[in-house]
């Protein structure tokens, strides 16, 4: 299983948006110089954000992209559902149950899968976007 660049980049991107704090909006370049990512691509990753509530965007000379909430209410796991869609480990199986498995009443395995899906979201859900940023604040000093 992957998680894919929509994802890390992502989440690399709030956590951008995390270091700047309240002070002053980032332009997309300046997120994507200081990340090494695509603008373009980094543009649509922030629309994903915005539309689920995670960033917020203003114009004009001072503008540019900002945390919509603090960074201790927003989970991880809420990230990677807004750029990733809801989580699923095999197509059988899924958070929205849109499994598209005719066996999957009567298979021996998919409490397996449901089991790792299970722990991959509560590992997901239990961190903020602020126990991120501490993390990184402790190792890169």
């Known amino acids: 299983m992957n998680i894919s660049t929509k994802g890390r980049y992502g989440l ?7 270091v700047a704090g309240d002070d002053k909006p980032m ?4 997120i994507a110089a ?16 915005k539309k689920a509530g995670i960033v917020g965007s ?4 001072q503008g540019g992209y900002f945390l919509a909430r603090p960074a201790a209410e927003i989970i991880v796991g809420e ?6 869609g809801p989580l699923a480990l095999t197509s ?18 998919a409490f397996i899968w449901n ?5 991959i979201s509560a590992v997901l859900d239990k961190y903020t ?6 993390k990184e604040n402790s190792i890169c000093e």
């Open 12 to 18: 690399r991107a709030v956590l951008e948006l995390a």
């Open 27 to 30: 332009t997309l370049s300046a």
């Open 58 to 61: 203003s114009r004009g000379a």
């Open 79 to 84: 990230v990677f559902r807004a750029l990733e």
């Open 115 to 119: 089991e790792i899906q299970t722990a």
């Open 129 to 134: 976007v602020a126990d991120l940023l501490e």
């Open 92 to 109: 059988c199986i899924s958070e929205d149950n849109s499994g598209s498995c005719t066996h999957i009443a009567c298979c021996g395995s």
């Open 34 to 49: 200081r990340q090494k990512l695509s603008e373009g691509y980094l543009e649509q990753l922030m629309a994903a954000l």
